[in-house]
Each structure stands twice: as structure tokens, then as C-alpha cells.
């Protein structure tokens, strides 16, 4: 079952997403910093006349990396082709990709940690020395033919930098952090989405939603589609603050974004190892989850929150977290059940 607060994208949502995804750095809300680098990256390449250099973001899924490669794209004003590291498994389909890019243009690489070895091994000449390397032929008569690329520059985008080999890290010359957005920038996008969608939300209503998006504006506004449907068939299809939180309750989304699966990693963490240390692949275990999904979904926002602390044995449940599940907590001292 797909969770409502995942901050990944379904497919049933991407025309939904394309819709509401800004197309210029003046309509993108938050990420201020990124967007003033950005915005001297582009003017300093189009000054030049040359491609951008090489980019990679990284940070959580669903704050906004893939829409920034689009920006990028389009304040350029030439063509972006997306793929993933999973979609390319062989060589030759990377080569095919990349030889049809034409000048500035823009490859940009979802899941860049993921790319197959030989692919980015192959990748590494095409974004330094913009030329691709082709063995033909095999055993004693293989020769390697040597193709020219016309200037183009590759986006990645990755939610685990720490599994991105070396090697690849230092081809690209700007490296780009995305963190949650604040409360401020979370109501400004679902006033916007709302906008765009016709939907009649009060401010009460948008700071409820807000507030419970996680930080990450994928989660607002499937969350915001969600209250419009709860509005349009048991209210007057106006989203105020009750009618959000009377959506959100139903939805199990408490006052701070955490689901029912957010608190049973907390719940694991302080009944069954009675408040930690324990490590990652338990705790998955304990929860029929995958460690890298706990990792890379669910422990950013947590640790985000303060709820739980990374230390050297593993993962600990804080004092807020007992707080917030409602639990007495005693200083220095695990509390057993």
C-alpha cells in the first residue's frame, strides 16, 4: 500500500506534477540560496555562451531536483533529455542517448548513485572530455573508435551522494544541497497549487496542509488533493482548517506529517530495544521494510524532527519523540515496557 505522505513520485501523478511544477527560477518557491547560485551559474554560461557546467543535486526525494533540471533547461533555452541510473543497463544505450544530445544541451540522471558501472565508466570522458569511447570488435582485433560530442552538460540528481563512487562526484563542478522548506515556503506552495488547481482554500486551511507536508512539496500537494476531495463531498468544497484537519485525521497524517508508518519505526525503536541503540537492518527488519527505504524515505524527516539520533551503535528515539507519542521519558535512562 502506497503511503499518502511518500515523499516519491507515483505514476499515477505525473501529469498532476507537471502541472503544478513552476518553470522559472521566479516561480519556484524556497531553496533560496540554490536559486541565487543557480541563477549567477546560468548568467555566467549564457554570458560565455557556453553549456553549464556539470550539475548534481542531492537531498531527500521530492524537494524539488528534477524540477530545478527542468528550470535550468528551459532558462537556457534548449532541449533536456531525463533518464534514470536504473533505465540505463547497457552501454550501448547510453552511448545512443548521449550522441543524439545536440549543443547546451542537458542530460539529466534521476537516481545518479544507481547507474551500472560500465555506463559510468563510459560516462566519465563523455562529461570531461566531451567524446565517447567505443570498443568495436572483439579479442584481437577490438579497437577502440573515439566519437566527438558537441558541449553538453549532464544534471544528476541523487537522494545518496555517500553511494555515488568518487570518481563521479568530481566531474561535476557544482554540487547543489536541497534541505525541507520551512513553514513560510510550504504555505506559499499550497496556496499556489491550490491556485492552480481552482481549488477555494482558507489560511487556515493552507497552514493545516503545511504543516503536515513534511517539509517536501510532493507531499503538500498530493496531501492538498486529498482535503479537496474530503471538502468536495463532505463539506462545501472549501478547505478551511477544520475540514483540512478532519481530512487529515481520516487520512491517519497527524499534526506534524507522521503516518502510521513513521510511528511504528518510533514505536520498534522505544518498545522492542527499549529506546535504542539499534541498528538500521533491525529496525527494518522488525517492520517488514527495507533498510535503504528507512534511509532514504522515512529517517530524514525523523531526524529532521529531532525524534531520532544516528550514533555510532545506531539509531536512538530522543525525548521528543516520547513527547509526541505521549510516553514517559527519564533522562539518561531507557524507559522499559
Excluded at 228 to 250: C, F, H, M, P, S
Aim: proline share 5%; net charge neutral; aromatic share 6%.
Amino acid at each position: 500500500m502506497q503511503r499518502t505522505v511518500s515523499p516519491k513520485p507515483r505514476t499515477d501523478e505525473i501529469a498532476v506534477e507537471a502541472l503544478l511544477r513552476p518553470q522559472t527560477l521566479q516561480e519556484f518557491i524556497g531553496q533560496e540560496r540554490v536559486k541565487e547560485n543557480i541563477r549567477i551559474l546560468l548568467e555566467a554560461a549564457q554570458g560565455r555562451g557556453e553549456a553549464v557546467e556539470h550539475v548534481l543535486f542531492c537531498g531527500p526525494p521530492g524537494l524539488g531536483k528534477t524540477t530545478l533540471a527542468n528550470i535550468i533547461a528551459h532558462e537556457m533555452g534548449v532541449k533536456i533529455t531525463v533518464t534514470s541510473g536504473p533505465a540505463v543497463e547497457r552501454v550501448r544505450d547510453f552511448a545512443a542517448i548521449v550522441s543524439r544530445l545536440g549543443e547546451q544541451d542537458i542530460l539529466f540522471i534521476d537516481e545518479a548513485h544507481r547507474l551500472p558501472r560500465p555506463v559510468e565508466e563510459m560516462l566519465y570522458p563523455a562529461m570531461e572530455d566531451r567524446c565517447l569511447d567505443i570498443i568495436m570488435g572483439k579479442g584481437l582485433k577490438a579497437h577502440t573508435l573515439r566519437l566527438r560530442l558537441k558541449p553538453f552538460t549532464v544534471i544528476g540528481a541523487t537522494t545518496r551522494i555517500a553511494l555515488m563512487t568518487s570518481p563521479l562526484r568530481a566531474r561535476f563542478g557544482v554540487l547543489y544541497r536541497l534541505g525541507f522548506y520551512g513553514l513560510s515556503a510550504m504555505e506559499q506552495i499550497v496556496r499556489r497549487s491550490a491556485k492552480i488547481l481552482g481549488v477555494e482554500i482558507e489560511e487556515g486551511g493552507c497552514q493545516e496542509i503545511a504543516r503536515r507536508g513534511r517539509g517536501t512539496p510532493r507531499v503538500a500537494n498530493r496531501l492538498l488533493r486529498r482535503v479537496r476531495d474530503y471538502a468536495q463531498v463532505r463539506a462545501d468544497g472549501v478547505i478551511t482548517a477544520e475540514v483540512a484537519r478532519q481530512a487529515l485525521k481520516l487520512l491517519e497524517v497527524d499534526s506534524l506529517g507522521l503516518d502510521g508508518v513513521d510511528r511504528k519505526i518510533i514505536e520498534t525503536i522505544i518498545h522492542k530495544f527499549n529506546g535504542g541503540p539499534v541498528g538500521v537492518d533491525t529496525i527494518a527488519a522488525s517492520i517488514s521494510e527495507e533498510a535503504d527505504t528507512i534511509m532514504d524515505v522515512y529517517e530524514p524527516y525523523l531526524l529532521q524532527l529531532g525524534f531520532i539520533d544516528r550514533t555510532p551503535r545506531g539509531r536512538v528515539a530522543t525525548k521528543l519523540a516520547y513527547e509526541h507519542l505521549g510516553l514517559p521519558y527519564e533522562e539518561g535512562q531507557p524507559t522499559l515496557f
